[in-house]
C-alpha cells in the first residue's frame, strides 16, 4: 500500500516540477514508468490473476503447444515459449509482460501532449488490471494506442497486428482506430472485413469458447443502475450537451462517445462489455490528454474531461475497495484475509 501511495505522490510530483524544468521531462516520464515496472515485475503473488496465470503456463510446460494452435493468443503462447527456457517460474511471463508495457509506456508519454496527466490517471484508474490482472489485454491496448501515435500506415498497421494477436479483444476496436487515421475508405473497409472474416473462421472454435465462457454462469452481467448508470453514461451526456451549447458536433468524437455508451448499454446485459468500456475509456483518455476532444473552448475541455475522469476513477477506486468482500462472495465464504502487499490487491488463493 505504502508502495502503491509513494508512486501517486511521485507522479503528482514530478507533473508539477516539469512545468519548472520542462527539459527534464523525459527523464521524469522514465522515473515514472521506472516505478510502474518495478511494482508490476516484482510483485510476487500479488494480483488477482495472477494464480491462473501461473496454472496457464504450468500447464503449458507440460504440453507445450505451438504459438498458432490458437489456445491462446499467439503473442501470450510466445512469450510462454521463451520464458520456458529461462525458467519452469511463470514469474518470468510475468517480468516480460511488465517489461514491455513499461517500454510502451514510456514512448506513448513521450509523444502526449500532457504526459503526467495521463501518466497519473493511467497508474490510478487502468494500471492495477491492466498491469496485475489482465496483462494480456493490459499489453495489447497499449499497443494499440501506440499504433495510434505512428504517421506511417505501414508501421501503424503492423503495431496495430501486434495489438491483435496479443489479445483478439482488440478486433472490436479496429472500427475506432480506422475513425482516429481518417481511413473511411470503401477499399479499406473491404479489405478489412475480408481479413476480419478470414480470421474469425480461423479462430472460429477458440471464440465460440470464449463466448461460452461469459455466458456459463448464471451472473454474466454487471448491475448498473441509478446513479451507477448515470456515472457510466454521464461522460456521451455532457458532450452532446456541450456540442448542443455550440451548435456543432465533431463526427469523430461522436462516434466516439457513442461507442462508449453502447459499450454502457452492453454491459447490462453481457459483462464481456465491461472490456470494452475498459479499453474505450483508455483510448479517451488518450485523446483527452493529447488534446484531441473537438473543443475549442476551455471550459468545454475541462468539463468533458473532468467529467469523463470522474466516470472511470471512481468505479476503479471502488472496484478495489470491494474487492475484499467480492472475493469471499465469488468463493462463497463469509470473509477473507485482506493482507495488503506491494498495492492494494491481495492474492487470495494462494491456499
Request: hydrophobic fraction near 60%.
Amino acid at each position: 500500500m505504502l508502495e502503491y501511495s509513494f508512486v501517486l505522490l511521485l507522479s503528482l510530483g514530478l507533473w508539477f516540477t516539469s512545468y519548472r524544468y520542462p527539459e527534464l521531462k523525459s527523464i521524469f516520464i522514465f522515473i515514472l514508468v521506472l516505478c510502474f515496472f518495478i511494482l508490476a515485475a516484482l510483485r510476487g503473488e500479488v494480483g488477482a490473476d495472477t494464480f491462473a496465470y501461473d496454472e496457464i503456463y504450468q500447464r503449458y510446460l507440460q504440453s507445450s503447444y505451438g504459438v498458432f494452435e490458437l489456445r491462446f493468443e499467439p503473442a501470450f503462447v510466445l512469450i510462454m515459449k521463451i520464458s520456458s527456457y529461462i525458467s519452469d517460474s511463470s514469474q518470468f511471463v510475468i517480468f516480460f509482460y511488465a517489461l514491455f508495457q513499461a517500454v510502451l509506456l514510456f514512448f506513448i508519454a513521450k509523444k502526449i501532449k500532457f504526459p503526467f496527466l495521463f501518466l497519473f490517471i493511467y497508474f490510478l484508474t487502468f494500471y492495477l488490471q491492466f498491469h496485475l490482472n489482465t496483462i494480456r489485454v493490459g499489453l495489447a491496448v497499449l499497443l494499440f494506442i501506440y499504433s495510434l501515435q505512428l504517421n506511417s500506415a505501414r508501421s501503424s498497421l503492423f503495431f496495430l497486428l501486434l495489438a491483435v494477436i496479443n489479445h483478439f479483444s482488440i478486433l472490436l476496436l479496429i472500427p475506432i482506430w480506422m475513425v482516429y487515421k481518417d481511413m473511411l475508405n470503401w477499399k479499406l473497409i473491404i479489405a478489412l472485413i475480408l481479413i476480419f472474416s478470414l480470421f474469425l473462421w480461423a479462430i472460429f472454435d477458440y471464440f465460440l469458447i470464449k463466448v461460452a465462457l461469459y455466458f456459463q454462469t448464471e451472473d454474466s452481467k454487471i448491475s448498473l443502475s441509478g446513479i451507477a448508470l448515470l456515472l457510466f453514461i454521464s461522460p456521451f451526456l455532457v458532450y452532446i450537451t456541450l456540442s448542443m451549447l455550440r451548435m456543432k458536433f465533431s463526427v469523430k468524437m461522436l462516434v466516439y462517445n457513442s461507442f462508449l455508451v453502447s459499450s454502457v448499454v452492453g454491459i447490462l446485459y453481457v459483462d464481456i462489455f465491461y472490456r470494452l468500456h475498459t479499453l474505450l475509456g483508455l483510448f479517451m483518455l488518450f485523446l483527452i490528454a493529447n488534446d484531441k476532444l473537438g473543443f475549442k473552448k476551455l471550459y468545454s475541455k475541462v468539463a468533458f474531461s473532468s467529467v469523463f475522469v470522474l466516470s472511470i476513477t471512481v468505479p476503479a477506486i471502488y472496484s478495489v475497495l470491494t474487492e475484499q468482500s467480492n472475493v469471499a462472495k465469488a468463493n462463497g465464504i463469509s470473509s477473507v484475509e485482506f493482507r495488503y502487499t506491494f498495492i492494494p490487491y491481495d492474492f487470495f488463493f494462494n491456499e
